[in-house]
């Protein structure tokens, strides 16, 4: 990590761009050896950042995009949409824990490095509603992101992942780059059934998958998808090394509970339906609907403690491991009609999306509340929703030139609700329990305390947008591109101006460069305003162990503002980027692409301030029983700065069939820039960006992804075999303490799937994901709660080697 002052000269806003010795390394070999796509996604019309009339492919994009077919998904072998785009892009990483807590239950990929707020995600072209549950550690800290789980994977035709800022064309969010989903829309009927276990026999995964499409009316087509999948939890902790022969009985674990994957029962329901009235005007509908449960143990409270009660009906002589619950209800519906008026093409469409979570725990306690504690307790429920209204047109005019002149235009209103509501009266209490005068136990459930009513909050605001877009090709090698956008919030975020120029010139038809330069922003989440929560964790305090209980305070209140927070402002991004495009031959195609990702007043949570001048500007603002606080800020400036090398290629083999290689490669790096200093509280100055909050910006995601394969198609048999070698990673686990930084070593992981088609519609598959049982090196740090010693962020998990077998019917 670099840590560059504003004073130091350089301009924030200047791009530079360096190479590492490996990413020079892979340049080369990727000349030599080039990636996979099937060969119709080399020619698949992309829709996604072309706005025009003018059809485009892969690589007659004048940006850099990936598309990703059904048929790949599944190939990957894993169940759900995030994870398997994680092993399809480069680009795209998703660690198999993004955070603790509700982060670790709710979680979402990263694009480019960049926090997973800063991606937009589209369906069918239509903004998808972001979730409830937002994101107060981990990789994504501050992101209230889109679920993409809950988009059934049966439903999905292919994905189109745009890899360049589309601010302009899009509106806010879309500063690392947009992903769009695009759904099925045939008579097509697909049966999946997914059967899993990891190596060690701890997880276990069952996912049935159905969809069907039928023809309504005249040209009319409406496709129905069903998802439902459910998976064990694997917890890799050690032993908490407690002796007291009633622990397992008493405790009902042993270990450090939520090390690993959590148990998750999910079931989705789409649809996707268009009619045609006649030639110039047809009707459409999509939406989905999902229910998601899910949860985790957290960590191991000791009977020794004052915050344990351990006699009583519902005590826990020998400690016990809480365990973390959340229960989601999500949909979204869309309508709109579209047509042709004139030489316009026009769309007008209405989507609803709504993300209700309810958080609690069981197994767990209140122990102000002494021997009257429930074990069990709801927490709060957090509601995300949104509508939006767009009216889009396009068409192209002739004007002499080689080809005609393309203009878009439209406008958009979105509406934004968030609410937090209360919890149970147990879930938030303070009993007054003590064991001795001035040793009191902690009021609220443990973990996270319950949502009080004087927490409650809810909130709202509109967003009105135009936009603009216009391509040109002044010659006939030569295209041009540019994209304005407006957009007005209320509620004292502001307006806000974005544009683009993007161009790509042929030197051949084979040979082509392409380049875009834009700005960006993106509002402060609802969430990230009002978003309160009071957890516990254990820690060393002036070098004692012990329980703490710290806030996460709304930016704008009171004891927040006394802490040192000001209103949050939006972050304003400027991306650049350059590339080529080469296809020597008809089944050989290559992408180069450089980028740099400048962001400004980029939004981060505090470190938790800690000292007894935080406790009492707490204490005086009526929040008692916590000794810490953190609110969020605009903490940082930074650059990240990349390449991304992507290629296709297939063989003919004759009687030995066909093989289509694999080789992508992505090298990304962040660095801060300047980062929000210090406050001063009773007169004492506290650190608000320290080392673990830098850390999470600059170094826990792997600088370097490769991946490399090849998909061998002979006779009955498809063998997909899969490399991916993911850089090295460092997690920092004290803001003071350097001796317990960790840093792990690049890792190669090998993932196979070898199908076989009993008929024409019948096949099974049977494969392995981290074949040879890959987990990271163990580094222990040493603590009471016995937090395993593989980190958090392992972008290829710690759960080590999972076999499956997949039964797929068409129909």
């Known amino acids: 990590m670099e840590f560059v002052s504003q004073r130091s000269g350089r301009n924030p806003l200047t791009p530079t761009v360096s190479l590492s010795p490996l990413a020079v390394a892979v340049t080369g070999i990727l000349f030599a050896s080039v990636a996979h796509a099937e060969d119709s996604a080399l020619d698949t019309v992309v829709v996604t950042g072309n706005r025009g009339a003018e059809q485009r492919t892969v690589t007659s994009s004048p940006v850099p995009i990936d598309v990703v077919s059904a048929k790949q998904l599944q190939a990957t072998g894993k169940p759900g949409l995030m994870e398997a785009l994680s092993a399809a892009i480069p680009s795209l990483t998703l660690p198999e824990k993004t955070g603790w807590d509700a982060s670790g239950m709710a979680r979402a990929p990263n694009l480019r490095g960049l926090n997973a707020a800063e991606v937009l995600v589209l369906v069918n072209g239509k903004r998808r509603h972001t979730a409830a549950t937002l994101n107060i550690n981990g990789i994504n800290t501050g992101a209230a992101p889109v679920d993409l789980d809950m988009i059934p994977i049966g439903a999905i035709d292919h994905v189109e992942v745009l890899r360049d800022g589309a601010a302009a064309q899009y509106g806010s969010d879309a500063i690392a780059g947009v992903i769009n989903v695009i759904l099925k829309a045939d008579s097509s009927g697909t049966s999946v059934t997914h059967v899993g276990q990891g190596y060690d026999g701890k997880k276990q995964t069952v996912q049935q998958s159905l969809d069907k499409g039928f023809e309504i009316g005249d040209g009319g087509i409406v496709h129905l998808s069903l998802d439902a999948r459910n998976q064990n939890d694997d917890n890799k902790a050690s032993d908490n090394g407690y002796t007291y022969a009633q622990a397992y009985d008493k405790a009902g674990k042993s270990t450090y509970g939520g090390y690993g994957t959590p148990k998750i029962d999910l079931y989705n329901l789409a649809y996707n339906a268009e009619l045609p009235l006649n030639d110039t005007l047809s009707l459409y509908s999509f939406g989905t609907v999902s229910h998601r449960e899910a949860e985790q143990g957290q960590n191991f409270r000791l009977p020794t403690i004052t915050n344990t009660i351990t006699t009583g009906p519902n005590g826990y002589p020998a400690g016990y491991t809480p365990t973390w619950t959340i229960t989601e209800d999500d949909y979204q519906a869309a309508f709109g009609a579209k047509g042709l008026v004139g030489a316009w093409d026009w769309d007008l469409s209405t989507t609803y999306g709504r993300n209700e979570a309810e958080q609690g725990s069981f197994h767990n306690q209140n122990p102000s509340l002494g021997e009257a504690t429930p074990n069990s307790f709801t927490n709060g429920t957090w509601v995300s929703d949104e509508l939006t209204t767009n009216l889009d047109f396009k068409r192209n005019y002739d004007i002499g030139l080689s ?145 703490i209980n710290y806030g996460v305070l709304p930016v704008d209140s009171a004891a927040a503002k006394a802490l040192g927070a000001s209103s949050l402002k939006p972050e304003r991004s400027t991306n650049f980027s350059l590339g080529l495009t080469w296809t020597p031959a008809d089944r050989l195609s290559f992408t180069a692409d450089a980028y740099v990702v400048n962001i400004r007043d980029r939004i981060t949570l505090t470190g938790t301030l800690l000292g007894d001048e935080v406790t009492q500007v707490l204490q005086a603002n009526g929040i008692s029983s916590t000794s810490g606080g953190q609110y969020f800020l605009n903490g940082a400036d930074t650059r990240t700065k990349g390449l991304d090398l992507v290629g296709n290629y297939s063989q003919d083999l004759g009687n030995w069939g066909s093989l289509k290689y694999t080789a992508a490669f992505n090298w990304n790096e962040t660095e801060i820039l300047s980062a929000t200093g210090s406050t001063t509280i009773g007169g004492t100055e506290y650190e608000l960006m320290d080392r673990k909050a830098r850390n ?75 074949l040879f049982d890959v987990y990271p090196k163990k580094q222990g740090v040493p603590s009471s709660t016995m937090v395993s010693s593989y980190g958090v962020y392992s972008p290829y998990g710690f759960t080590g080697g999972y076999y499956y077998t997949r039964l797929t019917y068409a129909f």
């Not at 075999?721 to 003071?736: H, I, P, Q």
């Open 696 to 770: 999470v910006l600059t170094s826990v995601q792997p600088k370097t992804k490769l991946i490399l394969g090849g998909d061998w198609s002979i006779g009955k048999f498809d063998v997909n075999l899969g490399l991916t070698r993911y850089g090295s990673w460092k997690e920092v686990n004290d803001a003071s303490d350097r001796s317990l930084d960790r840093v792990w070593k690049a890792q190669w992981i090998t993932d196979l799937d070898v199908g076989y088609h009993l008929t024409k519609d019948l096949s099974v598959a049977v494969g392995a994901k981290n």
């Open 403 to 547: 080809k005609p002149l393309d203009v878009s235009w439209g406008l958009e209103h979105r509406r934004d609700s968030y609410e937090v509501k209360k919890g149970d009266y147990a879930s938030y209490a303070d009993g007054g329990y003590c064991v001795a005068p001035g040793n009191c136990a902690s009021s609220g459930a443990q973990v996270t305390n319950g949502i009080s009513p004087a927490d409650e909050a809810s909130a709202s605001r509109n967003s009105v947008a135009s936009y603009v877009d216009f391509g040109i090709n002044p010659l006939p090698q030569w295209y041009l591109g540019t994209a304005l956008r407006y957009e007005h919030y209320n509620e004292g975020v502001g307006s806000t101006r974005s544009g683009k120029i993007t161009t790509r010139y042929e030197f051949t038809p084979q040979l082509a460069i392409r380049g875009t330069v834009s700005n960006g922003f993106r509002a402060p989440s609802l969430a990230n305003s009002i978003f309160s929560a009071r957890s516990t964790t254990y820690g060393v305090v002036d070098g004692v162990y012990q329980s």
